[in-house]
Structure formats: C-alpha cells, structure tokens
T-cell receptor
Framework: GQQLNQSPQSMFIQEGEDVSMNCTSS?????WLWYKQDPGEGPVLLIA?????ELTSNGRLTAQFGITRKDSFLNISASIPSDVGIYFC?????????????FGGGTRVLVKP | DSGVTQTPKHLITATGQRVTLRCSPR?????VYWYQQSLDQGLQFLIQ???????AKGNILERFSAQQFPDLHSELNLSSLELGDSALYFC?????????????FGEGSWLTVV
C-alpha cells in the first residue's frame, strides 16, 4: 500500500528560526494536507493543497504540492514557542472505493533548551 | 473547534470488554472516517462511511465494527478488548468525496484497556 516518509522525525527550534519538513510518497496523491497535533488533541488542519505545483500560505506557514504529486513540504517562518507540536503530512487519493488519508509518521517540533 | 464531536473523551475498561465510541460529524458532512493513533503505529485508517454506507476499509480488526446512522452520526464498536487496543481513536468528517474535499478531525477518544 501507499507509504509516506516524513522527515525529519524531530527537530529543535529556536524562536525566530525558519523550519522545514517534507513528505515523500511511493505513489501519487490528488491532495496533500498538513496537520498539527498538540498533546491530547486531534489533528488540526493547517494547509490543504489540491493541485500539483501549488504553493499555498497560511500566515507564517507555506506548503507546496510537488510537481510529481509524490511529495510535499511545509515551511514555518520566524518560529514562535506555540509552534511546538507534532506536524503530520497526509495524502489523499480519490477513488470510487473511498478517499482515506494516509499519514506520515510526523515531525515532532521541540524548543531548544 | 473543528465541529466534529466525539464521546466519550476518556474511557478505561478491562480486557475482554466491549465499548462503543460515538462521533457526530460537522454539520452537513456526509463522510465519516475512523482512525486509530498509538505510539508505535502512528495514525492508522480504520474505516470510512459515506451517507450511511461503508466506503473504505483499512487496518480494522475483525473485533471492531462501525456504522453510520441516518442522522449521519457514527459509532465505532470495539469488542473482546485487548491491552494493545489502548489508543487514541479519532473520528473525522468531510462533506463529499471529490477533489477539494477537506477532512476535519475531532478531539479523539482515549481508550485505556487494563
């Protein structure tokens, strides 16, 4: 089945830094979504990408849908303490038999001590 | 607030028991998805319903079952529970099944099997 490789698995940030994470897939998707999950909470949608090559921003967040439809990246600019959490990429393929999301393993963003 | 409501938020039960998790999708959403999140497996898709009918199945055990009712709320039934079933169970919903569709998640139901 489809698999998503998300990297890095974890990263430390310092306030003001830009951070970047990406996902690659073994096969294509129609849609890429990026979610953030805080402890004990459900994933919250950050950005949705619907077309290959699409570049979309949401405040300090920017994400791109790769041309090959097999990858996506998320950038966070000028990070702040509340950016800490786990970020998940998710790919979606629309088929007659459903359109489930396949999730990456997550990128845990932590604050540098 | 995503608009997806899940109950109960926390549940502790013994091995061998059966529990039911409930989900109310966002107003107007026809599709409901169930996901399981555990430390070692990440977010795993279990099952999807669309307007009352099962649409897709993922890694859902035979001991688990789900249904979507005419009012579009959904229930996930977990039976003969084992310690390994302890996890966070998420419900998500979306309005349709075409491109441009966005999936929103509830806050989850924490299940602890002891």
């Amino acid at each position: 089945g489809q698999q998503l490789n998300q990297s890095p698995q974890s990263m430390f940030i310092q306030e003001g830094e830009d951070v970047s994470m990406n996902c690659t897939s073994s096969s294509i998707f129609n849609t890429w979504l990026w979610y953030k999950q805080d402890p004990g909470e459900g994933p919250v949608l950050l950005i949705a990408l619907y077309k290959a090559g699409e570049l979309t921003s949401n405040g300090r967040l920017t994400a791109q849908f790769g041309i090959t439809r097999k990858d996506s990246f998320l950038n966070i600019s000028a990070s702040i303490p509340s950016d800490v959490g786990i970020y998940f990429c998710a790919g979606q393929l629309f088929k007659a038999a459903g359109n489930k999301l396949t999730f990456g393993g997550g990128t845990r963003v932590l604050v540098k001590p | 607030d995503s608009g997806v409501t899940q109950t109960p938020k926390h549940l502790i039960t013994a091995t061998g028991q059966r529990v039911t998790l409930r989900c109310s999708p966002r107003s107007g959403d026809l599709s409901v998805y169930w996901y399981q999140q555990s430390l070692d497996q990440g977010l795993q898709f279990l099952i999807q319903y669309y307007n009352g009918e099962e649409r897709a199945k993922g890694n859902i055990l035979e001991r688990f079952s789900a249904q979507q009712f005419p009012d579009l709320h959904s229930e996930l039934n977990l039976s003969s529970l084992e310690l390994g079933d302890s996890a966070l169970y998420f419900c998500a919903s979306s309005s349709r099944e075409s491109s441009g569709n966005t999936i929103y998640f509830g806050e989850g139901s924490w299940l602890t099997v002891v």
